[in-house]
């Protein structure tokens, strides 16, 4: 037992420092020794990304590392991925993510992107300049309950709203859920327009989807 | 009076402090040795990847009034309807980095190298907010040259997509601009194709021209406060 800790112990370490060939062998280690699934992804990887999460916080790490540690999550899932699908365990939440239309800025979207995979979620990226209709239509068709949109020109603000409004017409509000974020964007714009969240940063992203999911 | 811009790679080269700073490090912390080798290695692509051109087109205070009202989604008021009349030159203006280096970021994202797409979309930013400095301080430099009456005066680009100016009216300056010519192009959504390109009016006037007050609607809005800073670098 006290070897399965250690290396789950060791995949957390390695992922903190952003060296996804170890946390890819170690993963790898960790099934072939009969570890489950569900514990390389919450002792090792997931528990990992925490702690990089809680250091970005602080500032203590920045962005590039935080990128880093996601690459390797990235890697250790992929070897994970067919167990966690045999096994039947659960994704974390499903987003639908998107950058509004008429906007191409996608570099914040991408980063939230990575942070949520890096966080155990399971991420449908719609790309940029998606339509409202397009935003509903995906977490519907994925059975997504949190719609996440990003905005960089002013103008293309509204779009968000059009999103909202759209969910309360087809009486979803409560089963799917928004966050809104990008340069412009404020947490009383996400209060006027009725999100249910905003977020500041890629990081704060996965913060409000935990809460909004309910998950740790 | 048409021009094809000329921009050196070497004067739109990123800031490293800047690019550290869009990757939200502080000038005084002493970024790690990888994140100093991550930088190296995505300065490297970008200035093999790189491609700068830009354009410029002198138009008059009416026809811009034109340009400007786009498809007539505008905010109902904005400090740029209230900047441009007063102008006593005006150009519009396409930059763009080319279409390698928006390529290059798109393949560095879908290959899984996150930090290095994050790093090159930095400079790539940095890289086209200097180009924007280097056309206001041409184009401040082409009209003082033809006037001879710089004093008190400045040229700065305002961008369809911000401040109420719908990003709608990119059509119709597009339409007056071309800068296909130069492989700057405009999709359905009216956005510009590279990613990596600006585009705009450049202005040239009384400073004061271009100092207003950040309370419009839309401003409490709006968490970039830019605008802000421009105008107390006009005030100094």
């Not at chain 2, 130069?182 to 194709?193: A, Y």
């Amino acid at each position: 037992m006290e070897v399965k800790m250690d290396l789950l112990n060791q995949i957390s370490q390695y992922l903190q420092d952003g060296d996804e060939e170890k946390v890819f062998e170690l993963v790898k280690e960790a099934i072939d020794q009969g570890n489950t699934a569900q514990d390389i992804l919450n002792r090792g990887l997931i528990a990992g990304m925490n702690i990089v999460g809680q250091r970005f916080k602080v500032h203590e790490i920045f962005l590039p590392d935080v990128l880093m540690s996601a690459k390797a999550m990235v890697a250790g899932m992929e070897e994970l991925k067919p167990l966690l699908i045999k096994t039947g365990i659960p994704s974390r939440g499903k987003v639908v993510l998107g950058t509004v239309q008429g906007d191409l800025h996608d570099i914040g979207k991408n980063l939230v992107g990575v942070m949520l995979k890096g966080a155990g979620f399971e991420v449908i990226d719609l790309g940029n300049d998606v339509p409202p209709e397009e935003f509903l239509r995906a977490a519907s068709d994925r059975q997504a309950t949190i719609i996440g949109m990003s905005a960089l020109l002013t103008t293309t603000m509204p779009v968000m709203k059009s999103v909202v409004d759209l969910i309360k017409e087809k009486n979803l509000s409560g089963k799917i859920k928004t966050i809104i974020g990008g340069a412009p964007v404020t947490k009383e714009y996400a209060q006027e327009i009725g999100a249910d969240k905003y977020s500041y940063d890629a990081s704060h992203a996965v913060e409000s989807v935990k809460e909004l999911l309910g998950v740790n | 009076m048409r021009e094809v811009f000329d921009f050196s790679l070497e004067a739109i080269k990123p800031d490293r402090q800047e690019v550290l700073r869009l990757q939200g490090i502080a000038p005084h912390i002493k970024p790690s040795k990888r994140i100093i080798a991550l930088l190296d290695e995505a300065m490297e692509i970008f200035m093999n990847a790189a491609n700068p051109v830009g354009i410029f087109s002198e138009v008059t205070v009416s026809k811009f009034w034109d340009i400007y009202k786009g498809q007539g989604k505008n905010e109902a008021d904005t400090p740029l309807e209230h900047i441009f009349p007063r102008a006593e030159y005006l150009a519009l203006f396409a930059f763009s980095l080319g279409i390698k280096i928006s390529k290059k970021i798109e393949d560095l994202f879908q290959k899984k190298e996150f930090p290095l797409g994050a790093m090159l979309d930095a400079l790539a930013s940095s890289s086209a907010e200097r180009a924007v400095h280097i056309a206001e301080r041409k184009y401040f430099d082409f009209v003082s040259a033809k006037t001879n009456n710089s004093k008190s005066k400045v040229a700065l680009l305002y961008s369809p997509g911000y401040c109420g100016w719908h990003i709608s009216a990119q059509k119709k300056l597009f339409e007056y601009l071309c800068p296909e010519e130069v492989g700057i192009s405009l999709n359905s959504s009216f956005l510009m194709i590279p990613l990596k390109s600006v585009s705009g009016v450049l202005i040239f006037g009384n400073k004061e021209i271009h100092v207003f007050t950040n309370n419009y609607l839309f401003c409490s809005h709006c968490q970039d406060k830019s605008c802000k800073q421009r105008i107390n670098m006009i005030k100094k």
